[in-house]
Each structure stands twice: as C-alpha cells, then as structure tokens.
C-alpha cells in the first residue's frame, strides 16, 4: 500500500491542486497523492491552464473538503500549503504521521489582468515543484524521468 499524501490549502482551488498534480507526476507510482481544503471553492481555471502548460491535466482533479478525509483515511504526509489553512487545521488527528508546513503565496488573491495573473500562478506552481522535487531529493524518492 503506498502512502498516502494529503495538500491541503484554503479553497483546494489552486495550490494544492497544482501539488497534488505535480507530485502524482513526479512520483504516483510511489505516493496516493491527494489535496483538499478547509473551505473548498471551484478549481481555478488559471491552475488548469499553466499545468497543462507543463503537460500536467489537472483537469479531473475537484476540489474537496478536508472533511473527506478527516478520521477517514490514514495520512502518512500532510502537507499545508498556506498560512490559514494551517492556522485553521487540527495539528493532529488519527493515522496523520508527518505535518509539513510550506507555505506558497495565493495566486488566486492576485490582482491584474489575465495576462498578470497566469504569470503568478507560473511561478507559484514552478515554486511549489521545485519544493517537491528537493523533498523527493530528501526522502529518497526517484522521481519519474
């Protein structure tokens, strides 16, 4: 049984599914990668767009609450990418075995035009990867090539 990796953000609209797609990329054979928020809204059509940008479809991913999986499934990594949803998650629950805490800035709270907003949702998601890929560097994982 692989272990199970659960993102968790605020909405579960651009952060956590960005990492929950880049991770499967780079390592699903050996994570059950998942992501959820505290207060989940509709994936952004930004994350959709620069994922695919990278040859990553996020496109069947949906947004869920962090109550789907609350008690329910034995969480190996947690992982919260903001702020609030770190001030707002339980620090413990049963079968949660590793808390990690990266904080990404929201893009979805970017202002400007579309052009404005796709370059911040690019970079966040090249942060967020590259988090990824030093923490698979960490654990030993190899990667997908």
Request: aromatic letters at 10%; glycine letters at 6%; a positive charge.
């Amino acid at each position: 049984m692989k272990p199970v990796v659960l993102f968790l953000c605020t909405g579960n609209s651009a952060r956590s599914q960005m990492a929950e797609g880049i991770l499967r990329h780079e390592a699903g054979d050996y994570f059950d990668v998942h992501s959820a928020g505290t207060t989940p809204k509709e994936v952004s059509p930004f994350a959709l767009k620069v994922m695919s940008e990278v040859g990553i479809d996020i496109s069947k991913q949906r947004s869920k609450s962090l109550a789907e999986y609350l008690g329910r499934i034995q969480i190996r990594y947690l992982i919260i990418v903001c702020r609030d949803a770190d001030q707002n998650c339980p620090s413990t629950w049963p079968g949660m075995m590793t808390r990690l805490f990266w904080p990404f800035e929201d893009p979805a709270k970017v202002p400007g035009t579309d052009a404005q907003k796709m370059q911040f949702f690019r970079i966040i998601r090249d942060e967020i990867w590259d988090k990824i890929r030093h923490w698979l560097h960490e654990l030993g994982v190899k990667r997908r090539d």
